[in-house]
């Protein structure tokens, strides 16, 4: 008997299904094998965003949990893949030198900040006009080849199939059946892709495009990533990666003309060199952002064997190793899910469907 059929293997539904077999589940991961959010993501995590330097919820809980959740994977699969590596954040005004420096006094920011430096200082050839601040506890995740990894272990424990599940063919009467399994529940994990589910898609997702591209460079930079309104993450002594646009308009997948001269023509701004770099990959998904900008946990109101786990939007690195573990306690020991993230908020939206 199969416990859980996990539908979508991006890291959401990957550290689920994780979370699940270390537990002792039996688990099945169903996947169409599509370049998806996951693979496409840079895997940022970075603490302290947005022009006044707010610090994202609950970042005190959802750091510790997901820096164990990768090391315990590191260890299991021989090989890194959350890279800590500190982030310089270059100011583009002076009120956002102004609003850093109040941040530096509150000893809640203290453990996620290192020195801030007025105009004048530079970082190699980089324009600086404004000053710059060291963030601390940032890094990025290798998502893809977690996933890759991921992906051989449930093959390997007969837990992954390859399929593109129409949703027609999910049985809910008189036991939940999809093909030969049968399974005791359901879990969705498809991404933005979840706008299309029959049961789920009255929630109120807002997906966002994202694109990113990867350059070859011959500049000297720095061994830390870069913060300038987009972000840089040095790959190695000679590619960077750079990203990511915001755009709720067009949902597809497609590269854009456009995208990508507004990721150069900001990189120009801090390095007319590297805006001249090679360009070697140009990659586009969707975030499965959430209009409220907190996850969707928990079961269907009218079918509890269906249940969903979503809406990570822009931060799924940081968030989804302690949501993995926070469903699992709920779907394992009936522990109640947080308010916050538990879809009950939106289940008048569900009732219908
Ligand atoms: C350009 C870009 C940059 C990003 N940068 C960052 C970043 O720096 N840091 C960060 O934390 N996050 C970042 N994100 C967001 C991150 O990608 C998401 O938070 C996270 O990957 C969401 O994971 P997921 O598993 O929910 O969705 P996905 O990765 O999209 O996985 C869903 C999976 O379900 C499968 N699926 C869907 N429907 C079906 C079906 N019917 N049958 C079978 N399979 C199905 C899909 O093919 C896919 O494999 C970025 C996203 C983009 C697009």
Not at 141 to 151: G, P
Not at 221 to 245: E, F, S, V
Not at 258 to 283: C, F, M, R, V
Not at 313 to 333: C, E, M, T, V, Y
């Amino acid at each position: 008997m199969i416990d859980y059929l996990i539908i979508g293997q991006g890291l959401a539904g990957s550290l689920l299904a994780w979370e699940l077999i270390q537990r002792g589940c039996k688990v099945v991961v169903v996947d169409n094998g599509r370049e998806n959010a996951s693979q496409v993501a840079a895997g940022l995590i970075n603490p302290i965003t947005g022009m006044r330097f707010v610090k994202s919820t609950d970042v005190d809980t959802l750091l510790p949990a997901a820096k164990h959740r990768y090391s315990q994977l590191a260890d299991f699969f021989q090989q890194a893949f959350y890279i800590e590596k500190p982030m310089l954040r270059i100011f583009r005004s002076e009120s956002e030198f102004t609003n850093a420096g109040k941040r530096l006094n509150n000893p809640d920011y203290r453990p996620y900040l290192g020195d801030i430096r007025p105009l004048g200082d530079g970082i190699g050839h980089l324009a600086t006009p404004f000053g710059f601040l060291e963030q601390r506890q940032t890094g990025y995740l290798l998502t893809r080849s977690l996933l890759s990894c991921l992906k051989a272990y449930f093959i390997a424990n007969d837990s992954y199939r390859q399929a593109d599940i129409d949703y027609r063919d999910i049985r809910l009467q008189p036991s939940l059946r999809w093909q030969d399994i049968a399974p005791r529940r359901i879990i969705f994990c498809e991404g933005y892709r979840a706008t299309q589910n029959p049961w789920f898609c009255g929630l109120p997702f807002q997906p966002v495009k994202g694109e990113i591209l990867t350059l070859e460079h011959q500049a000297e930079l720095a061994d830390k990533i870069l913060n300038y309104g987009n972000w840089l993450i040095p790959l190695n002594d000679h590619q960077i990666r750079i990203g990511a646009t915001f755009d709720r308009e067009s949902l597809d997948t497609r590269i854009t003309e456009q995208g990508k001269i507004d990721l150069l023509n900001a990189l120009s701004q801090i390095s007319p060199t590297l805006s001249h770099a090679t360009l070697i990959n140009h990659q586009a998904n969707i975030r499965p952002c959430t209009q409220d900008r907190q996850p969707f946990i928990g079961s269907h109101p009218r079918h509890k064997q269906l249940a969903i786990f979503n809406g990570f939007g822009a931060k799924g690195s940081l968030q989804i190793p302690w949501h993995s573990r926070h469903f699992a306690d709920a779907l394992l020991n009936g522990t109640p899910l947080s308010k916050t993230c538990n879809i009950e908020r939106h289940y008048e939206r569900l009732c219908h469907h």
